[in-house]
């Protein structure tokens, strides 16, 4: 028996082992000084400059859940810390009474104001300033690499879009589905992606797309397999212009082609796909290129598709994600998507709306 574990080099382990450990003891670092100077823990500021970034001080638990990188139940339970102290407070939205916002009391502002400088002044003196400009820029390109592979839907919006980008932010599209803006509302081009509606003669996109979408871990598949029926109809099926039942897709293009695309297709009972609910609940589907990935272009989409879908006046949405695929059900779930079945070693989703 041969062991065939691709092992680090001498230099490849010295600068895994030096990032491990720069990962064990950065965010202890800030956390103590955040803790000893503001009684506060790295994630309660995060939670808290979130909210002091917007006008309002506020913003849904959702959005705030995908501005700070985390789970809802992990932000709820800070949440409800901090609204203890009288730094944030909770209430119904106004706009959707499903809903519930998060916000930043005046006493919780004053806490962030005089937080902020210390803080900065750790991250200059921890990382910031023991680089050079250029090694800076090299971290950032680092960082991106590493997002797309551990975060490869783009879920995190706080890591695409920092306050103070001249672009449309992944938070700002999050609440426009949130809050049942048309889909018009949302820009045609955002950080030099462009998205448009999927036709007829995407078919075969679609196709490319639902072979990266079933090797999400690796190539288990390959392009003979989409003539088998239970994978073929997520393409063939697509039909925008369908009377009564038309199905609808977003694209997503840079100036090299398309980078990425979420379609829902209508499937009948006697044809269902992996994620059947209903004949009426179209079942969705999502891939992006590589090149897309750690951008936030899956959590754009998904918005766009969601958006489309409410002005059509669908029900809901429907879709499959496999045990392990991490990543795309925290994105789903955060689009208001709950488990609904089980298929195999598969979740069903439902998105009602």
């Not at 506060?40 to 400059?49: E, H, P, S």
């Not at 706080?158 to 949302?186: F, I, K, Q, W």
């Not at 090797?215 to 003979?224: H, I, L, M, Q, T």
């Not at 999502?286 to 059509?312: E, F, N, P, S, Y």
Request: a negative charge; aromatic letters at 6%; one cysteine or more.
């Amino acid at each position: 028996m041969t062991d065939d574990t691709p092992w680090l080099s001498r230099e490849q382990l010295r600068a895994w082992m030096g990032f491990v450990a720069v990962m064990e003891l950065l965010p202890a670092a800030l956390d103590q000084q955040l803790q000893r100077d503001a009684d506060l823990t790295l994630f309660d500021y995060m939670v808290i400059a979130m909210l002091s970034e917007r006008d309002s001080r506020t913003l849904r638990m959702s959005v705030l859940a995908s501005a700070t990188n985390a789970s809802l139940p992990r932000l709820s339970h800070v949440v409800s810390r901090l609204e203890k102290r009288g730094l944030v407070a909770r209430c119904p939205s106004s706009e959707d009474r499903r809903a519930t916002d998060v916000r930043l009391t005046d006493a919780g502002f004053d806490h962030i104001v005089a937080a902020a400088p210390d803080h900065v002044r750790t991250a200059r003196r921890l990382v910031i300033d023991a680089l050079t400009d250029e090694q800076v820029a090299e971290l950032d390109t680092i960082s991106r690499v590493l997002l797309a592979r551990v975060d490869p839907e783009g879920r995190f919006a706080a890591v695409s879009n920092m306050p103070g980008d001249d672009t449309v932010s992944d938070t700002a599209m999050c609440e426009a589905r949130l809050t049942g803006t048309a889909e018009e509302s949302l820009p045609d081009t955002v950080d030099g992606i462009r998205y448009r509606a999927a036709t007829a003669e995407d078919v075969p996109l679609l196709r490319r797309a639902t072979l990266d979408a079933m090797n999400w871990s690796g190539e288990r598949f390959v392009d003979a397999d989409l003539d088998r029926p239970e994978f073929a109809h997520y393409s063939t099926a697509f039909d925008p212009e369908r009377p009564g039942a038309a199905d609808l897709g977003v694209v997503a293009t840079d100036e090299d082609g398309p980078v990425g695309v979420a379609w829902a297709v209508h499937l009948p009972p006697e044809d269902p796909g992996y994620g059947f609910v209903d004949a009426d609940v179209p079942e969705l589907t999502l891939a992006l290129d590589a090149r897309a990935r750690g951008r936030g272009i899956g959590a754009a989409l998904l918005t766009r598709l969601v958006a489309a879908a409410r002005d059509a006046g669908w029900p809901g949405m429907s879709l499959s994600v496999e045990d392990g695929n991490t990543g795309a059900r925290i994105l789903y779930e955060r689009a208001g998507f709950r488990t609904v079945g089980r298929n195999g070693d598969s979740d069903t989703m439902q998105l009602v709306l």
